[in-house]
Structures are given as C-alpha cells and as structure tokens.
C-alpha cells in the first residue's frame, strides 16, 4: 500500500470515528452547561458555563442510583437466563441427534422477523394478568429470558468446535453435561462475551415492557424512569436539556465501560487450538 493511500486510509478513519464520538461527547458536554447553547459554540467546552448541578437536579427527581440498581437486576437476570438457556439450547441444535432439531431451529430463525412490539399484548395478559407478576422484577425478565440470537449465535460456534473433542470425552465416559462444561465452553468464550455485550444493550435501555409491568417508581429501571422525567417533569428543571442529557449520561456510561473493556474478545478466539493439523 502506497504512502498516499495509508494517509487516505487514517483520514476516513479519524473522519469516522468523530463522527461516531461526537455524540457521546456532546453528551457529556451538554450535561455539565449551566445554561444550554444549542449553537455550534455550544460544542465546545466553556468554563464560565460547565456545572455538575444538573446530576443532582435529576438525581433529585428520579433517584440515579436507585434507577441503576432496579437497571441492574432487570439486565442480570436477563443476561443469566439468556447465558443458560443459550448454551443449553445452542449445544444440543449442534451436537446432538434428536427428533426436531431441524424445526426448533427454524422457529429460532423464525422468531427473528417477529417484532417484539407485536407480542407486548399477549405477553402484558400472561404475566401480568394470568401469572400476577404485575410490578415484580421476574415479571420483567421472564419475557427476556430465553433469546433467539444467542441460541443461534451458540449453534454457529458449538458447530464450528472440532467433533473429535467430543468424541474422545465420550469414549473417556464423559456425559453431555460434563462435555459442555469441560470442553465446549473453554472454547467458546468469545462467542460468550459477544452474547453477554449484544444481549447487555437491549434491557438495559428497555423502557416500554418495564413501564408496563410496574408503575412503582421503585422498581422502574433508570431508561423508565428518565422516560419519565423527560415527558413529565424536565420542564420544571432549571436546564431541562442539561438535566436530560445528564441522565443520558449515567444511563450510557455501563455500557461504554463495558465494551471499552470487552471488545477485544470479539476478534478474539482459541477455537481448533486443541487440535493438532
């Protein structure tokens, strides 16, 4: 590659990746102004306009903390349900011979097309109504709990494990269980990162099935309860933009950390290493 088409090549980059940081960035700056300036000045930082007070307007009104504990407990639960039934699910399509198998795949891809949104009715009747899981944290994570694209992220990477690994743990005695636990997890870790960092996004910005399965603001996770605040009560704050973009903040920061200190760990992977040719 020419010296010419390298710089070319780190000018769209950089291009590209202020592009995608700016909004984080304005994030964080609108969050911390006095006053909001919606001009193109207001982009940049102003000391004589920068306060924290908008954290604590809104930390007044929702409880942050509060928000990210209730955001916490709905998202693990989701994420171990998702982690259990995934493998389970995802191991047995690719490694065992049974009747179905074929067709529960299929209805796995099928589910795909299906929008949730569609399924909000029907799910609100059989876990508010028939189960009575109305304002309860199970009630919000049952819907959550088994995902279609972890089963089939699972399946793609259990197929992709060598079948003599397998084979020489049966022929040792090892039974199915055992063989997921000793031998297909070990290799299976990126695609178990990348389930937890895909399936982490979801509930931790879902608002719409928390917001319908309890009214309890103790109980509501933070995306609800700044949904809240931004249609109920922002306009009553000193800077409403900034009080919202605060809140945006503290909901947003999780997330960054955590693919800040996992991304590595989608290109990484130690699949056939085990195996010698």
């Known amino acids: 590659m020419s010296r010419g088409q390298t710089i070319l090549r780190g000018v ?35 000391l004589s306009n920068m306060t924290g007070q908008n954290y604590t307007d809104i930390n007044s009104r929702i ?39 074929g067709v529960t795949f299929a209805l796995a891809l ?25 304002d309860n944290f199970l009630g919000m994570i049952l819907p959550f709990a088994i995902n279609s694209t972890a089963v089939i992220i699972f399946r793609q990477y259990f197929l992709q494990l060598p079948k003599e690994l397998f084979e020489a743990a049966r022929i040792d005695g090892a039974g199915e269980l055992k063989l997921l636990w000793s031998v297909a997890l070990p290799l299976v870790r990126p695609a178990m990162v990348t389930v937890v960092l895909l399936t982490f996004i979801g509930p931790w910005n879902e608002f719409l099935w ?7 603001a103790a109980l509501q996770p933070l995306a609800v309860s700044l949904a809240n605040y931004i249609s109920n009560v922002a306009a009553t704050a000193s800077n409403p933009f900034g009080a919202t973009l605060a809140g945006a903040a503290v909901l947003a920061a999780p997330v960054v950390i955590l693919f800040i200190v996992f991304q590595r760990y989608f290109i990484s992977t130690d699949i056939g290493s085990s195996v010698k040719g």
């Open 12 to 46: 769209v980059l950089a291009i590209g990746a202020v592009a995608f940081l700016f909004p984080f960035y304005y994030m964080i700056i609108g969050s911390l102004q006095t006053k909001s300036d919606a001009s193109l000045g207001g982009a940049l930082p102003n």
């Open 110 to 134: 099928l589910v795909q097309v299906v929008p949730f949104q569609l399924l909000i009715i029907p799910l609100y009747v059989l876990i508010a109504r028939n189960y009575g899981l109305a």
């Open 63 to 101: 409880n942050l903390f509060q928000g990210l504990l209730n955001s916490g407990i709905f998202t693990a639960g989701v994420l171990i349900g998702t982690m259990v039934f995934g493998l389970l699910v995802g191991y047995a399509l690719a490694q065992l011979q049974w009747r179905g198998r």
């Open 210 to 216: 928390p917001f319908l399965i309890t009214k309890d």
